[in-house]
T-cell receptor, first 113, second 110 residues
Framework: AQSVSQHNHHVILSEAASLELGCNYS??????LFWYVQYPGQHLQLLLK??????LVKGIKGFEAEFIKSKFSFNLRKPSVQWSDTAEYFC???????????FGAGTRLTVKP | DAGVTQSPTHLIKTRGQQVTLRCSPK?????VSWYQQALGQGPQFIFQ???????QRGNFPDRFSGHQFPNYSSELNVNALLLGDSALYLC?????????FGPGTRLTVT
């Protein structure tokens, strides 16, 4: 079945720790990949996206993600997290020219000051 | 420039009733998508509207229907509400590829 899997439900880190959130998808064909963030009380915002080209993409606020086609993965990374990164992070796959966006269940990140 | 707006913010309905949610897209956007986000889950795609037609649909029953108006705004209608329809309903607008999300409408069915 077509799906988007986020491996971690809740991640707790201390400030300055490194972050990696896993995302795997099972769609065949051409897909576009996204990471969205939802800060407490706010709506979903785009962190970064991959359509084609360099598989290492950089987004806002120091986040980056690497597309590994052979592993159907698009993991999110940040070298040093801040307390303000506390939020819910969603991986999403756009199929059929993004007419159909499929989201993972989300990973809640808590950064302790 | 206002982003995506949705109304109402919150709504409480009783089982069996019908509900209409509204969405105004970001300026310049012609495509509107609707999502259902249950508590603790990621958004699930309901359908997408473009040029006043439903272009793509997710795995939702016919009780969920929609409409897009000539000004690109959109409505989501849900008939015969079930307790399981309680969720945050998100609208996203786009032009070409990137989707911008609204704040959502919190629907509670009692």
């Amino acid at each position: 079945a077509q799906s988007v899997s986020q491996h971690n439900h809740h991640v707790i880190l201390s400030e300055a720790a490194s972050l990696e959130l896993g995302c795997n998808y099972s769609y065949g064909g051409t897909v576009n990949l996204f990471w969205y963030v939802q800060y407490p009380g706010q709506h979903l915002q785009l962190l970064l996206k991959y359509f084609s080209g360099d598989p290492l993409v950089k987004g806002i606020k120091g986040f980056e993600a690497e597309f590994i086609k052979s592993k159907f993965s698009f993991n999110l990374r940040k070298p040093s997290v801040q307390w303000s990164d506390t939020a819910e992070y969603f991986c999403a796959v756009g199929v059929q020219n993004n007419n159909d966006m499929r989201f993972g269940a989300g990973t809640r990140l808590t950064v302790k000051p | 420039d206002a982003g995506v707006t949705q109304s109402p913010t919150h709504l409480i309905k009783t089982r069996g009733q019908q509900v209409t949610l509204r969405c105004s897209p970001k300026s310049g956007h012609d495509t509107v998508s609707w999502y259902q986000q249950a508590l603790g889950q990621g958004p699930q795609f309901i359908f997408q509207y473009y040029e006043e037609e439903e272009r793509q649909r997710g795995n939702f029953p016919d009780r969920f229907s929609g409409h897009q108006f000539p000004n690109y705004s959109s409505e989501l209608n849900v008939n015969a509400l079930l307790l399981g329809d309680s969720a945050l309903y998100l609208c996203a607008s786009s032009f070409a590829s990137e989707q911008y999300f609204g704040p959502g409408t919190r629907l509670t069915v009692t």
